[in-house]
Nanobody
Framework: VQLQASGGGLVQPGGSLKLSCAAS????????MAWYRQVSGKQGELVAR???????NYPDSVKGRFTISRDNAKNTVYLQMNSLKPEDTAVYYC????????????????WGQGTLVTVSS
């Protein structure tokens, strides 16, 4: 199983970016999918999470600005980021809880490679 993230880049404050993360390989089912971010030297934080049923949760720092969504047919999770601030600058990682085979017991956690988002004028 692999997770491939894309969509990062440089954006001005107040701008928008949309991140994508596609899961591939042996996938029987995907439970929760999420985005985390990390600034060098600081602990990583959860940015957004979405369940298989489409329920979402966000920390206060991004609530109202970021929207997580998923396309189950494409095994892909998205993060739409609006009204970006310099403090949103970080490496963003996608995460998914995946059951690789029908006979697998439970879900395992997989991570994407990270995509850099820089918010600066």
């Amino acid at each position: 199983v692999q997770l491939q993230a894309s969509g990062g880049g440089l954006v001005q404050p107040g701008g928008s970016l949309k991140l994508s993360c596609a899961a591939s390989g042996s996938i029987f089912a995907i439970n929760r999918m999420a985005w985390y971010r990390q600034v060098s030297g600081k602990q990583g934080e959860l940015v957004a999470r979405i369940t298989s049923a489409g329920n979402t949760n966000y920390p206060d720092s991004v609530k109202g600005r970021f929207t997580i969504s998923r396309d189950n047919a494409k095994n892909t999770v998205y993060l739409q980021m609006n009204s970006l601030k310099p403090e949103d600058t970080a490496v963003y990682y996608c995460n998914a809880e995946i059951r690789p085979y029908r006979g697998s017991t439970g879900y395992s956690s997989y991570w994407g490679q990270g995509t850099l988002v820089t918010v600066s004028s």
